[in-house]
Structure formats: structure tokens, C-alpha cells
């Protein structure tokens, strides 16, 4: 079966009694995770917790230490090295938290590298890439900067380039570390909004959020880690409490509603 078209029922992620770490340091143990076409989850914890870390194994980065990691029925690391990188492009998009550009390049020469997974090896885009990076920029507010150079961008409309690099590659499964970095208000939330709307249309998203309000607003589910090893997940409305949070940002949080919607400030 082609990994581009997921059989009912196959999750797009999962992670059996997966172990993590990084420089002798343990981010998560024995972690079950499973993560479905159109769910959304945020993943919440402190600075040096281990987000990143835990985001980039899940997109085949870097190995884990022990368990079971597959997206798409695609083991990893195995799937994620030679002949499985292009068909693991095609189904998993992975946004880093910082943008390197080292050489000069411009605004749509930029989002069309997220076409190269959908190319043969000796392909150029074509009319329709080009259609798809353009509709891409457009959905992230960057109209009329198709021939801008790169390194002239500010700090969030690099970061908005770079989500629209990453809905030119279309993927079933959206990793995203940080997405709302640099951006401002307005952008976050349309950002977010965006994201909601491809979770709706079938898409997993999973996200490294600092908002626990962000995360309750537009995540159905969410994953804490508490930087001991120990972790925790399940839906947003049970896991994202004043309870929790206050433990796992060492600091008192207390929530507010409006309008039906929670957010939380500090204590």
C-alpha cells in the first residue's frame, strides 16, 4: 500500500513504550501515543523539557532510545533514511523551530521546496506546484512577495514563510515546533485558525505550544511533558487543568472563561 494513502483505521503516528532522550537525559518512558487523521494535540511543557526533542523523533530526525515509532505504518528511524525519505515527506511535515538561510534565495523559490517530495529526480515544478506555492503564500497573508529575497523578510514573515513552505507539501501529518514564533497576535490566531481548518479537512496536527490557552482553544488533545521522564495525555479538557498546570510549570495557574473558551493566567 502507498504510504501517501493510509488505510482506515492506521494512524498517522504512534509511538509504542517509546523512550526519549538527549545528552544523558530522559524526556519520556514506556509513552503510548497514537495519533489519528483530524486529531489535533498540543504538546505543553517547560523550557529544556524535551518538546523539540520528542517532535523531531517523532518525524524520524533522530533516533529514539527504546520502543516502537511509525508514521503511517512506516517503522523509524528505518523509514525516514533512503529509499522511504521521499514517500515520508509526502506524509509528514515537520515546521523547526528556527529558519537557516545561507544563501540567497527568493520567497517562492522558497515555498516551492516543499513541492520536492511530490517530483521525480530530474523533475521541475510546474504550473500547478507553482499554483500551489502561490495559493500557499497567499493563505499565510504574504501576497506580493513572490520575488522578495529571503534574507530581506522580518522575523515573523520568515516564520509565515515558513508555514506556507509546509502546506506546499501537503502531508497528512503536521509537526510543528513552535509554529508561532515571531508572529504576532493577529497572525498567531490566524495561524492556529489555519491549522484548525486542515485538522477539520483530515489532517493531524500536532503542535509545540507555549499558550496553554492556544492549546485549549484549538488542540482536542494534548500531551505534557513534565521534564522527569514522566508524561501525560489525553483530551485537552481533561489534561489541560489549573491542577496540572501549575505542576508542570512550577508556577501557580489559574483559569478564566469567556465566551465558552478557557484561558489561563498566572496565580
Known amino acids: 500500500m502507498n504510504a501517501s494513502e ?10 509504542i513504550r517509546l523512550e526519549v532522550g538527549i545528552g544523558g537525559h530522559r524526556i519520556c518512558r514506556d509513552l503510548d501515543w497514537r495519533v489519528d487523521a483530524g486529531d489535533s494535540w498540543a504538546i505543553l511543557g517547560r523550557n529544556g523539557a524535551g518538546k523539540s526533542t520528542l517532535l523531531a523523533t517523532a518525524a524520524g530526525l533522530r533516533p529514539q532510545q527504546g520502543g516502537r515509532l511509525s508514521v503511517a505504518g512506516l517503522e523509524l528511524p ?16 515537520y515546521l523547526s523551530q528556527h529558519q537557516i538561510d545561507p544563501f540567497a534565495s527568493t520567497v517562492m523559490e522558497t515555498v516551492l ?27 499565510v497573508d504574504l501576497d506580493g512577495f513572490a520575488e522578495r529575497e529571503v534574507q530581506t523578510l522580518s522575523g515573523g514573515e520568515r516564520q509565515r514563510l515558513a508555514v506556507a513552505q509546509l502546506l506546499a507539501q501537503q502531508p497528512q501529518l503536521f509537526l510543528l515546533d513552535e509554529p508561532l514564533t515571531h508572529l504576532d497576535l493577529s497572525h498567531q490566531v490566524a495561524v492556529m485558525d489555519m491549522f484548525a481548518r486542515r485538522a477539520t479537512a483530515g489532517a493531524a496536527i500536532v503542535a509545540v505550544l507555549h499558550d496553554p490557552g492556544f492549546a485549549a482553544r484549538y488542540c ?37 472563561s469567556a465566551d465558552g473558551r478557557r484561558w489561563f493566567v498566572p496565580g
Open 6 to 15: 493510509p488505510a482506515m483505521n492506521r494512524p498517522l503516528l504512534e509511538a
Open 220 to 256: 482536542r488533545q494534548a500531551l505534557l511533558l513534565f521534564g522527569n521522564d514522566e508524561w501525560l495525555a489525553g483530551p485537552t479538557a481533561e489534561v489541560i487543568t489549573e491542577k496540572n498546570l501549575t505542576r508542570l510549570y512550577g508556577h501557580p495557574l489559574r483559569e478564566l
Open 113 to 139: 521546496v516543499g513541492r520536492h517530495p511530490h517530483l521525480g529526480r530530474w523533475d521541475w515544478e510546474s504550473d500547478d506546484d507553482r499554483h500551489i506555492a502561490a495559493s500557499a503564500l497567499s493563505e
Open 78 to 93: 528505518h523509514a525516514s533514511q533512503g529509499v522511504g525519505m521521499r514517500a515520508m515527506a509526502r506524509v509528514r511535515g
